[in-house]
């Protein structure tokens, strides 16, 4: 898995105390990762990586300030999507249940 390669990768500028390469990267990789958590696709690659550039390396806090509010707009996003997903299941569920109650009765 291509985020597990790079993750071992940034690890290793970690380890080799090369911090400030992390924090250039994290600035300039983070919005196209934070844009890939969109996608179902690439959501778990990505957010794996967002994890790591974001709170695994705690050297700069201004790449995490700078992409609050996308963080925030995409958890809100995701939130609403589950809901939805919960509501059309539920929906689903209780149709199933009334055509079965009509079906025996």
Known sequence: DVSQWTAALLQGYLNADKSHILVEVTARAVHPLLEQLKRPE?????????????????????????????LKAIAVTAFAKEESVRE????????????????TS
Do not use: I, K, P
């Open 42 to 70: 690439t959501r778990e690659g990505a957010f794996q990586l967002v994890r790591f550039l974001l709170l695994g390396c705690q050297h700069s806090s201004r790449t995490f300030r700078d992409n609050l509010l996308h």
């Open 88 to 103: 059309t299941d539920n929906n689903n569920s209780s149709s199933n249940t009334t055509t079965t109650t009509t079906t």
